[in-house]
T-cell receptor, first 115, second 113 residues
Framework: DAGVIQSPRHEVTEMGQEVTLRCKPISGHDYLFWYRQTMMRGLELLIY????????DSGMPEDRFSAKMPNASFSTLKIQPSEPRDSAVYFC?????????????FGPGTRLTVL | AQSVAQPEDQVNVAEGNPLTVKCTYS??????LFWYVQYPNRGLQFLLKYITGDNLVKGSYGFEAEFNKSQTSFHLKKPSALVSDSALYFC???????????FGPGTRLSVLP
């Protein structure tokens, strides 16, 4: 199993540009999570999906952020327009409903730098 | 709402000595507790979890954790630290009603040769 796949691994963009981060969860996993990690705020849950449906998006910081999961094998996190304070490492994680208390599996992250 | 505290930002230990990374939690209902490790420029990796049963849980790379309900703690331990254990460690809690995790702020472990 390839694990959770994220792309790109690094993204450098200018303020005001649109940024799209991509995630492929582990096959068969029912849940997908997007996190943001910064030195100041630590690891924050942004949104999570169950069977492609957004369940809790209360962590999404602003309307500039949006996330979609069009099918079980793909999700995107979009920031439009981007701002320097969005600079962070964004992680995607997935888990399975089978065994409700199973751990989450994390991708390698996307390091976003907004200039 | 559930919460997790890791009271130490940094823990330093000499190689070969035992290590402890502390975690306390607050949750309504039964706690489901996890430890993750993050190496530089990598995603979080699962180490171990407590769901029910024995209070001492054994996990990957020789780590173990002790669940203490009365003290609401779930400290991570290892009898003999390795330099390669140096990393960022996260404690997380998940309550019985929710599907999401709440992560602690992380503790940076440095094992000195």
């Amino acid at each position: 199993d390839a694990g959770v796949i994220q792309s790109p691994r690094h993204e450098v963009t200018e303020m005001g540009q649109e940024v799209t981060l991509r995630c492929k969860p582990i096959s068969g996993h029912d849940y997908l999570f997007w996190y943001r990690q910064t030195m100041m705020r630590g690891l924050e849950l942004l949104i999570y999906f169950n069977n492609n449906v957004p369940i809790d998006d209360s962590g999404m910081p602003e309307d500039r952020f949006s996330a979609k999961m069009p099918n079980a094998s793909f999700s995107t996190l979009k920031i439009q327009p981007s701002e320097p304070r969005d600079s962070a490492v964004y992680f995607c994680a997935s888990s399975t409903l089978a065994g409700v208390y199973n751990e989450q599996f994390f991708g390698p992250g996307t390091r976003l730098t907004v200039l | 709402a559930q919460s997790v505290a890791q009271p130490e930002d940094q823990v330093n230990v000499a190689e070969g000595n035992p290590l402890t990374v502390k975690c306390t939690y607050s949750v309504s209902g039964n706690p489901y507790l996890f430890w993750y490790v993050q190496y530089p420029n990598r995603g979080l990796q699962f180490l171990l979890k407590y769901i029910t049963g024995d209070n001492l849980v054994k996990g990957s790379y020789g780590f173990e954790a002790e669940f203490n309900k009365s003290q609401t703690s779930f400290h991570l331990k290892k009898p003999s630290a390795l330099v390669s254990d140096s990393a960022l460690y996260f404690c997380a809690v998940r309550d019985g009603s929710g599907q999401n995790f709440v992560f602690g702020p992380g503790t940076r472990l440095s094992v000195l040769p």
